[in-house]
């Protein structure tokens, strides 16, 4: 129990502490990843890499790996809930949630169509602090781990939950601008203007191998937006969860739908069987604030926003849309600090910061440092990732049986 006496407000964790390290239940996938889930993920995070969606070029005499593959972002895809799920476990009523980061460690396999993901999962850690956005909030953290059909540790993913009070968020009212920034039509143009520019320097490095990397290079700007329910919906389809039934429970043990969401931001399973709907999250449940701006003010937010797991995605299209194809991302750690919300323009930015030799390889490792802001100039994300850069002599990826 966290008794916060400048607000006398109680934040009761007790129904928490049973969760950690209890391996934890949810959907499983019931059908292997195919080629169309890949396309509608890169449609759905606007990254126009044809690496990723035009199986003719993917196969081209010179890639890396003579098929159409997965981003390293697509993991998170392949689970039922962002991967966030080991992260909002044990009932604390009258909470919501919001992404507040995301750690991943990628062991080398790439996802490939075909491919069937499991997932374990568990909850890390959490701690309970002041805020100035909801007073006593929970940082939550919990792992999950992504493995194919044959045996192969793709990832983890360390997720970090922010669980509020929904009322004391309402009653700070920390975001007060309800109404979308305006645009006008010419700096609209010149936002496309920027963003086909970046795509046109992805598509003309092509097979290219990312060699020469210095300490100081800085990554082409990246713009997303301005976001719009429109952009929003179109990343949420682009998570297979919320097709119907294409998870299926794996009989483990989770508190997930009973952490203590409000009445209004909760599925109705009852109801989802006769029509799924109730159980999709964006019509009902705890995504609707995403794109209603009624239960985005219900939950202390001004407008409809988007989604943590889609900023995680972005940070690693970014840098792996600069590193090229022959270079792994091995590891990220990102924090998300505000959502990106509609009528925003998001804003990637990146630098490497260091440039040493993999012992283990020898090929060349680098560090960039990520801060995604906004049209304001206010942080929504930074973090670091690391990437294992080619060598010029570094051999085509095999084809696992």
């Known amino acids: 129990m966290a008794d916060f006496d400048d607000d006398n407000v109680e934040f009761d964790t007790s129904y928490v502490d049973p969760w950690i390290g209890v391996p934890l239940g949810g959907g499983q996938m019931k059908d292997p990843i195919p080629p169309n889930d890949i396309r509608r993920w890169s449609m759905g995070m606007q990254n126009s890499n044809p690496l990723y969606y035009d199986e003719e070029y993917a196969s081209e005499p ?25 992260a909002i476990q044990g009932e604390i009523p009258g909470t919501h949630m919001l992404f ?16 069937l ?19 006593p909030t929970m940082f939550s953290r919990g792992d999950t781990n992504y493995v194919n059909q044959n045996g192969d540790f793709i990832c983890k993913q360390r997720s970090t939950s922010i669980r509020y009070l929904a009322e004391e968020a ?26 086909f520019e970046y795509f046109q320097q992805v598509q003309a490095f092509g097979h290219q191998r990312r060699l020469d990397v210095q300490k100081g290079d800085k990554l082409p700007e990246r713009l997303i937006g301005p976001h719009t329910i429109a952009s929003f919906t179109t990343e949420w389809r682009a998570y297979p969860f919320n097709t119907w039934h294409t ?43 995403h794109v209603q701006q009624q239960y985005a003010q219900l939950i202390g937010l001004p407008r ?6 889609s900023m995680g995605a972005w940070v690693l299209d970014y840098v792996s ?10 590891h990220s750690k990102v924090n998300y600090t505000t959502p990106a919300m509609t009528g925003d323009l998001t804003k990637l930015n990146g630098e490497v910061v260091s440039v040493k030799e993999d012992v283990m390889t020898g090929q060349p490792m680098c560090v ?4 995604m802001s906004n049209q304001n100039d206010d942080t929504l994300a930074k973090g670091h990732v690391d990437v294992r850069l080619p060598t010029a002599d570094m051999p085509k990826a095999e084809h696992p049986e």
């Open 304 to 309: 409809a926003y988007g989604y943590g797991a």
């Open 368 to 371: 960039v440092q990520v801060r």
């Open 321 to 330: 849309n600069w590193a090229g194809e022959w270079s792994d991302i091995m």
């Open 117 to 135: 993901i499991r997932r374990d999962r568990m909850l890390f850690d959490y701690k309970v602090t002041n805020t100035g956005f909801a007073g």
């Open 170 to 195: 309402r009653k700070r009212a920390k975001f007060d601008e309800e109404e979308d920034p305006k645009w006008t039509e010419d700096e609209l143009m010149e936002v496309e203007r920027l963003k």
């Open 62 to 86: 010179d890639t890396r790996f003579g098929e159409l593959v997965c981003p390293q972002s697509f993991a998170v895809v392949t689970d039922d809930s962002h991967g966030a799920a080991p």
């Open 247 to 289: 998870f299926k429970p794996d009989g483990l043990p989770t508190s997930l739908l009973e952490a203590g969401w409000l009445p209004e931001m909760s599925r109705d399973l009852d109801r989802a069987a006769v029509d799924p709907t109730y159980a999709d999250g964006l019509y009902h449940g705890p995504s609707r604030g």
């Open 100 to 115: 507040g980061g995301d750690e991943w460690w990628f062991y080398g396999p790439r996802m490939r169509p075909g491919d």
